[in-house]
């Protein structure tokens, strides 16, 4: 059993956390906060052990009657890994932690992509994480893009991508984030998305643009892609339809918008309600002129969970096929 210890138990850590429990090669050591608050609390009353991530907050714990079992450095003693989902650029500041005590470690989109030996992404390069210390996986938005573009290059001759993203203002629990009523464009461009897309897809050529809404349940991205030979739209949506964590979705059942998607993930019943695949629509999917069109959109708060588990193997080299990790995870958390 590989040992892992999740510092930083935000929206991705809790999920990832979550997702350890459910695997039957590696156990949750425990959790680490940096203040006793309501995620604090969740984290006890799953029976996780939590650990503080800054020692002298100890007191902040003990004057809330929240029981921890020692500080970031006492957790790190008792794992093989640590998957940091510390907010962005943290956890680079947390790596030395991890090297003094000679353990492995998972970083988060947030982070840079020098920070690690290799940005991760299970279909894209698993085998290129295979006994890595230090692997980082791509953002949500990233992993979205990675999962419907990676199928295609098995299939087609591509030229140029162009993908617009509509990014969410805010995660569901950020209430202090925004825009509420207004469009942002994301004046860099062309954004970082692309060039973040070839930390695990090289060879291909991309540019993306990106502006945020006022919503905080999904991204949505709309991507055009020159086809250099005659593939039809039939032969790429049978693709997608063959790629784990890639849903086909048609407005004809319903999903005319992300508020549907996420209707539709509740109900499943998984952890916090979410969709770890990325639903593309099927009915808006087309070919004109050599470029196909599509629209997909992105769960940012848990896309990237299956992945972290996927990384975890690969890193400690537990599954060295990344198919059987990719099966084992779905199974794992319900994706079919
Ligand atoms: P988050 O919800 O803000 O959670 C961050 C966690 O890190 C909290 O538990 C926080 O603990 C802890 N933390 C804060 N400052 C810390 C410090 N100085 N040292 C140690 N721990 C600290 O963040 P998140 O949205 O989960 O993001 C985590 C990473 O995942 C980032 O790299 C982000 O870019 C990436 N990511 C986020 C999303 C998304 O949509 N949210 C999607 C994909 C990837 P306290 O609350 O106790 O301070």
Redesign the pocket.
């Known amino acids: 059993m590989i040992k892992v210890g999740v510092?930083?138990?935000?929206?991705?850590?809790?999920r990832v956390a979550y997702a350890i429990t459910k695997q039957d090669d590696m156990e949750l050591v425990g959790?680490?906060?940096?203040?006793?608050?309501f995620?604090?609390m969740t984290a006890i009353e799953k029976n996780h052990d939590v650990y503080c991530?800054?020692p002298e907050n100890i007191g902040l714990f003990e004057r809330r009657g929240m029981e921890i079992r020692g500080t970031?450095n006492d957790l790190i003693e008792k794992c093989d890994v640590i998957v940091?989902?510390?907010?962005?650029?943290?956890?680079a500041?947390?790596k030395p932690l991890y090297e003094k005590a000679g353990i492995k470690a998972i970083?988060?989109?947030?982070?840079k992509a020098d920070t690690v030996q290799c940005s991760f992404n299970a279909l894209c390069n698993y085998e290129e994480a295979i006994g890595k210390d230090y692997v980082r996986?791509v953002?949500?938005?990233t992993?979205g893009l990675a999962r419907t573009i990676r199928p295609m290059l098995d299939i087609a001759d591509i030229g140029r991508i162009r993908a617009v993203l509509v990014r969410?203002a805010a995660?569901p629990?950020?209430s202090k984030k925004g825009p509420i009523n207004a469009i942002v464009p994301v004046t860099k461009v062309p954004s970082h998305h692309g060039p973040d897309l070839k930390t695990v897809l090289p060879n291909i050529d991309i540019v993306s643009m990106a502006v945020a809404v006022p919503t905080t349940i999904m991204h949505l991205h709309t991507i055009m892609v020159e086809l250099k030979d005659n593939i039809s739209k039939d032969e790429i949506i049978e693709a997608w339809g063959k790629t784990p964590r890639v849903k086909l979705i048609s407005s004809e059942d319903g999903f005319i918008s992300t508020a549907e998607i996420m209707e539709y993930a509740r109900a499943l019943g998984r952890y916090m309600g979410d969709l770890y695949e990325i639903p593309v629509w099927e009915d808006a999917t087309n070919i004109k002129d050599n470029e196909l069109y599509y629209i997909q959109a992105v769960h940012?708060?848990s896309?990237?969970v299956p992945e972290n588990i996927d990384a975890i193997r690969a890193i400690t080299g537990i599954e060295k096929n990344a198919r059987k990790s990719i099966e084992k995870t779905n199974k794992s958390l319900g994706i079919r």
């Open positions: 510092n930083g138990y935000g929206v991705i850590g809790k959790i680490a906060k940096t203040k006793p608050d995620n604090a991530s800054i970031i940091d989902a510390t907010p962005g650029k943290i956890g500041k947390n970083f988060e989109g947030g982070e996986v953002s949500c938005n992993t969410r995660d629990v950020q940012q708060e896309d990237v």
